[in-house]
Each structure stands twice: as structure tokens, then as C-alpha cells.
């Protein structure tokens, strides 16, 4: 009978070395950056960045919000501009603060491209960074309400 105990305790201990080394072996997900939603995330100097960035607009052609934000993890205070279709957006970031572009009250004029599509967007912060956003509509709540 102490035989088999101790067996069974060796065989359970190589088990539980050998599952733990599965956990060692694997990258971490929640480490790892990404854009979480539909926009896009644009890396910007100095770690400031733009999160889920993308226009909203009814149609090619008609007006339309950028949502977003844009976050400034620095000590200093941050001006970033933000350009769509000839529109320009400046939002200014309070140093360690976030600032939600929907609480912006510019619209794009005319957007250049159909929901559904992408659309080049420059961001100037330290220098100039350019970037493909989503086109959306209407279709997804809670966007519908953002529409211009």
C-alpha cells in the first residue's frame, strides 16, 4: 500500500510540474496592444496616442464625427491635430489626461469615402503620422447617436 501512495503522489507531482510548464511556455494576451473596438490605435510621439479612432458618416460625401481618444500618459501638456478630408480637429490633453473626441464638437465637412470603407487620417503631434481609419454608419448601436 505505501507503494502505490507514493506513486500516485510521484505521478501526481510530475503531472502538476509538467501543466505548470504550459502556463511558463505561453505569451501573456493581456500584455500585448491592440485596437480593441472598431477604430483604429495610432502610436504618436513620446507615448501619447490616439485609441480607436474612426469617422462616422451617413454617406460618402456627407458630413461626419471623428470618435476617439486621444491619451497623454506624459508631464507635459499635448496639442494633437487630427485631419480627415480636408477637416482639421486640434485637441489639446492635459498632461496624464484622456480626452474623448466625441466631447469635441468639430465635424468633418465631407468625408471622402463610403461607410464600410477606410479613409487616410493624418495626426500631427512631434511630427506627422498618418493612418487608415474605419468608415462607419449609423448601423451599430451606440454609434447611430453620434452621427452629425
Request: aromatic letters at 4%; a negative charge.
Amino acid at each position: 500500500m505505501p507503494r502505490t501512495r507514493a506513486a500516485i503522489l510521484a505521478a501526481s507531482a510530475a503531472a502538476a510540474l509538467l501543466l505548470s510548464g504550459c502556463g511558463f511556455a505561453s505569451p501573456i494576451r493581456t500584455l500585448q496592444t491592440y485596437s480593441a473596438s472598431d477604430g483604429v490605435r495610432v502610436e504618436l510621439a513620446d507615448g501619447v496616442r490616439v485609441e480607436n479612432l474612426m469617422v462616422l458618416t451617413e454617406a460618402e460625401g456627407e458630413a461626419g464625427r471623428l470618435l476617439g481618444a486621444v491619451v497623454n500618459p506624459t508631464e507635459d501638456d499635448a496639442r494633437v491635430r487630427i485631419a480627415v478630408s480636408g477637416s482639421t480637429t486640434e485637441v489639446r490633453v492635459p498632461a496624464g489626461d484622456v480626452v474623448n473626441l466625441v466631447d469635441e464638437a468639430d465635424v468633418v465637412a465631407a468625408v471622402a469615402a463610403p461607410p464600410g470603407a477606410t479613409i487616410e487620417a493624418s495626426i500631427e503631434f512631434r511630427g506627422t503620422t498618418t493612418a487608415r481609419i474605419p468608415v462607419l454608419d449609423g448601423t451599430i448601436p451606440p454609434y447611430d447617436e453620434y452621427l452629425p
